[in-house]
């Protein structure tokens, strides 16, 4: 997993410095209010911050995806991601729709883009294979208008099979709330050559 050789991670993260080099190595600017403490925390690691809800229109749909997500790659090749992701969907009559919470089990970060994948752990949505499902989210952190993307755009929670660190492109932009997200390149692990 290491180097000599390209892994896993380091593929990765090769895959990552591209993709912040492609969308722009700036990360987003950090509010004048937090502290010098706080700044060198946010310093240390990726992270993908922040609540918002989604503009349907005039669908009238209440959709809103929260983040606290820290790190980066998935923990079984080396990686450091956790934390917690809640999205809740419901009609404008609010009869139907369901609020999930999980896990986070892959942070991959780029500019100001992040890419993360977490699994369910908990859910009043009626189909109870929900619970347990990976789910992939996409946010791009663009100032004012920011947009996500999501893995069930194209398949259904119950059904779908979602690898880790994968998702849909940033779609749908948000209409209230902001998200924050903050590159950090994790060094590459290397490894002695036998």
Request: charged share 20%; net charge positive.
């Amino acid at each position: 997993m290491r180097y000599a050789r390209t892994t896993v991670v380091g593929g990765a993260l090769a895959t990552v410095m591209t993709l912040g080099l492609l969308a722009g190595t700036a990360t987003a600017g950090a509010p004048a209010a937090e502290s010098a403490e706080s700044k060198k925390v946010q310093a240390r690691e990726s992270s993908l911050t922040g609540s918002a809800t989604m503009d349907r229109g005039k669908n009238g749909e209440r959709v809103s995806f929260s983040f606290d997500a820290h790190g980066f790659a998935p923990t079984d090749v080396g990686g450091t991601s956790r934390g917690t992701f809640h999205f809740s969907h419901h009609s404008a009559d609010g009869k139907r729709g369901a609020d999930f919470e999980g896990r986070i089990d892959c942070l991959l970060t780029g500019g100001r883009i992040a890419t993360a994948t977490g699994v369910i752990t908990r859910s009043d949505h009626p189909d109870r294979r929900v619970v347990g499902k990976r789910v992939g989210f996409t946010v791009y952190d663009n100032g004012r208008h920011d947009q996500v993307g999501y893995s069930w755009a194209v398949d259904s929670i119950p059904t779908m099979n979602v690898p880790r660190c994968l998702s849909a492109a940033p779609y749908e932009t948000v209409k209230n709330g902001d998200f924050t997200v903050r590159h950090v390149l994790p060094p590459t692990p290397v490894e002695e050559v036998r």
